[in-house]
Structures are given as structure tokens and as C-alpha cells.
């Protein structure tokens, strides 16, 4: 069963920047880079909503929801297992607890999530 583990998320003041991490593990039989992965997060009192996802092996062609394209980067390192989401110029609404996942569309396995609040 992929075990996945979400860090790097804190407070930051709007138009900061965070970098956040997912680990992944347990892996049996096949490797980290055969699963498209994703980002998903959901603020208090609203329901999950999709951020990024990126394809499998190389992670060509990443996708973005409109209100984070051009500020959020989704990335992979496949000899780490991991994935990253770089976030820039962080706004309010970005608020939310943050999920790695697997699928591109984030209908998969979940980490326990990590926090980002953006406040001044």
C-alpha cells in the first residue's frame, strides 16, 4: 500500500512563497514513477478542490487549476519518490490544508496533509 507523508507547509505572509514536499512509500511492485500524482487541498468548511497534477515517469505536461496557474509549480523526483509544489506569490485565498495524491486528478491515496496559511 503507497504510504504518502506531506511537509514544508506553514504561515507566510501574502505574495511569500512556500515549498511543499510529499514523500511516498510502499511501494511492492511497482515503482513511484508509474503512479501520476497530484496536489489537492481543501480549506475550512469547503470541499476538496484540485491544484496540479503531473503524469507519470518524467511528469511531462503538468496541469494547473486556473486560480493557481502561473503561481504554483508541480514537480517530481522519481529517484527520491517524492513531489513538490512550488507556491509564489501566495494569496489569502490559497489558505488550506494541503494533500499529495495519487492520479492525476487526486481520486487516489492521501497523505494526512500539511497546513499553509497566508495571512498579514
Known amino acids: 500500500e503507497v504510504q504518502l507523508k506531506e511537509s514544508g507547509g506553514g504561515s507566510v505572509q501574502p505574495g511569500g512563497s512556500l515549498r511543499l514536499s510529499c514523500t511516498a512509500s510502499g511501494f511492492a511492485y511497482v515503482g513511484f514513477d508509474t503512479y501520476a500524482m497530484s496536489w489537492i487541498r481543501q480549506a475550512p468548511g469547503k470541499g476538496v478542490e484540485w491544484v496540479a497534477g503531473?503524469?507519470?515517469?518524467?511528469?511531462?505536461?503538468?496541469a494547473y487549476a486556473g486560480p493557481v496557474k502561473g503561481r504554483f509549480v508541480i514537480s517530481r523526483d522519481n529517484a527520491k519518490n517524492a513531489l513538490y509544489l512550488q507556491m509564489n506569490n501566495l494569496k489569502p485565498e490559497d489558505s488550506a490544508t494541503y494533500y499529495c495524491?495519487?492520479?492525476?486528478?487526486?481520486?487516489?491515496?492521501r497523505g494526512p496533509g500539511t497546513r499553509v496559511t497566508v495571512s498579514s
Open positions: 503531473i503524469a507519470k515517469g518524467a511528469g511531462g505536461n503538468p
Open positions: 495524491s495519487t492520479g492525476f486528478t487526486g481520486a487516489g491515496s
